[in-house]
């Protein structure tokens, strides 16, 4: 199986679990996560947010300014009579 088969075959209930086992270090069952399989669930977790769009990412940061912020003022230079 390639890369792309085995993350055709993870469900979002699959990736919702990846992302609590990183979280907490445990799988479901309790036992706990190995440092190798902790990576790996990053990679799988990160490959499969690739798929989605932007703002449904997971760590996604929204800009600082967004398109519906209102704009700001022209700035008028005024010179000073000395």
């Known amino acids: 199986m390639d890369l792309k088969q085995l993350l055709d075959s993870i469900t979002p209930e ?3 679990r990846l992302k609590r086992a990183i979280e907490i270090g445990k799988w479901p069952d309790g036992r706990s996560l190995a440092a190798g399989q902790k990576e790996l669930c990053i990679q799988a977790v990160i490959a499969y947010d690739e798929r989605k769009p932007p703002k449904e990412r997971t760590g996604y940061v929204p800009p600082k300014v967004s398109a519906c912020a209102p704009e700001l ?3 008028t230079l005024i010179k000073w009579k000395n």
């Open 14 to 16: 699959v990736y919702e």
């Open 73 to 75: 003022p022209e700035v």
